[in-house]
């Protein structure tokens, strides 16, 4: 299977060197642990409820461990794992995507112990009371900082819980956007104002991709009363929904990488992007830059990504967490791009990233799920590399590439 892969991807700069053929339950967000000389990824799943266990070690050779099965009717799209511990998520499945909405299903966030890198063990559980959690953000020490819809909110908000007791988790904050607690008497917000997630933290700031609602800046240095610091808004001109997707800052400097995510296929909504915000100063964050769009490779029957099924723009960031299990460098973004795979960009020069590598696997030849829906194409999910270099990519419709970055030195 992976020589036919070799045969049938494109690319440059990057050599595919494994291949996880979780074809009956596609990954979807990726986390890694390490255990003595062994390393881990930990897969949530896309139309599976549940989570799955790979030993990487020797990424040539990836070894499916177990499936856990998770509650039914509900989506567990993220996995986030620290000092030992993985946090899952749960939520009610969106409507079209395959759920019964009048069906019970699992909420909030799942807490596992790693001592045994091969059997986690559930050890706590944090409802939200409402529909559950998306995209949550955990780097380790006392705190989760959730992206939740609990009863009475329009749309996702911030909440912090504490767990450093992981059998007894509590929520200690939450902070909303002002119209969003409709239970509270609010008048609600505009379409797509929500917290998409993570809370991406750094020192004692977190940084929320606010859908329409931007990127906004929150003060946590007392945990207990999160307090806006500053948002700066991009919808318009570009989409809406999901106009802030991700904001990862980066350790050694003050600027922030923001994408948003496409949602419509074959372009069928207002421009996506991927920008450098500075937030040298914090009360005025400026967009300084934007990424170059992916152009089709040489020969390809499309004069761009848009003429292809599925969805084409940014989707995820690699996100180093502060984790040494996963690569630090901040010169390199790794980004995937739905029907145009994934994406290498150097931002050593901030005000003119570059595109230096790319790679595009074949097309799905199974469905697995309904979307994409005007045809079966590629579809790149989640991106995480690790401290040796190994770049894990998933897809909607087949398991996880392995690949290393052949470019300039990481």
Known sequence: MLDDLKKRSMGENFELVGYIPLEDRPAFKMAIHRSGDRWFLYTAHFWHSGWSVVEITDPANPRFIRFLEGPPNTWTLQVQIADGLMVTSMERIMDGWGGDPNAPFGDGILIWDLADPEHPKQV????????????????????????????????????????SDPANPVEVSRWWREGQWVAGGEPGVPFGMLLHGGAYVKGDRAYLPYSAGGLIILDISDIRNPRKVSDLPFSPPFQAFIAGHTAVPLRGKPLVVVNSEAIAEQGGEPLGF??????????????????????PPPGAPYKNFY?????????????????????????????????AGLRAYDISDPRTPREVGWFLPPDPEKRLGPLPATGLVT?????????????????????????????AAM
């Not at 939200?128 to 819809?149: E, M, P, Q, S, W």
């Not at 989640?382 to 998933?394: E, K, L, P, T």
């Open 274 to 295: 991927t920008g450098i915000v500075d937030v040298s100063d914090e009360t005025a964050p400026r967009l300084i830059s934007l990424f170059p769009q992916p152009v």
């Open 307 to 339: 003429e292809r099924p599925g969805r084409f723009g940014p989707h995820n960031q690699h996100q180093p967490q502060y984790q040494d299990v996963l690569y630090q460098g901040e010169d390199l973004i790794f980004l995937t791009y739905f029907n």
């Open 379 to 407: 579809q790149s999910e989640d991106v995480i590399v690790d401290a040796r270099g190994n770049v894990f990519v998933s897809d909607k419709n087949r398991g996880v590439c392995i690949l290393k970055f052949t470019g």
């Open 124 to 163: 706590g559980h944090w409802k939200t009371g409402g529909k559950g959690t998306h995209r949550n953000y955990f780097d380790g020490g006392k705190y989760v900082h959730a992206t939740a819809l609990p009863e009475g909110y329009d749309g996702h908000i911030y909440a912090a819980v504490d767990i």
